[in-house]
Nanobody
Framework: QVQLVESGGGLAQPGGSLRLSCAAS????????IGWFRQVPDKEREGVSC????????YYGDSVKGRFTISRDKAKNTVYLQMNSLKPEDTAVYYC?????????????????????WGKGALVTVSS
């Protein structure tokens, strides 16, 4: 069974930075696309950013473009989300999820219902 473990959440001030990590383990976990999604109470889960298996293709949601960067370390089987210029509206629980390729990277990120595996989530709070 594939397992995804998020780390790096916490409190940041507006304009500050945080880096989330998603460590993947289990059979074929290095052959999965990985995405970051976030959710706040009473709202649907939102696709933040996704990355291809090889790390060469990425996708970002409009709300984070230019501020967040996703990257993948194949040797460590870990995906990172560097979050800069944080805003209070970035406050959410951030989930790492993984999927076998079955659609475009953009569609995978915009419709999280198709993800095969999910982490437990990491809380990010942006507040002064």
């Amino acid at each position: 069974q594939v397992q995804l473990v998020e780390s790096g959440g916490g409190l940041a001030q507006p304009g500050g930075s945080l880096r989330l990590s998603c460590a993947a383990s289990g059979p074929n976990s290095d052959s999965l696309r990985i995405g970051w999604f976030r959710q706040v109470p009473d709202k649907e889960r939102e696709g933040v950013s996704c990355i291809s298996i090889g790390g060469g293709r990425t996708y970002y949601g409009d709300s984070v473009k230019g501020r967040f960067t996703i990257s993948r370390d194949k040797a460590k089987n870990t995906v990172y989300l560097q979050m800069n210029s944080l805003k209070p509206e970035d406050t959410a629980v951030y989930y790492c999820a993984a999927a076998f390729p079955s659609t475009t990277l953009e569609a995978m990120c915009e419709f999280p219902g198709g993800m095969n595996y999910w982490g437990k989530g990491a809380l990010v709070t942006v507040s002064s």
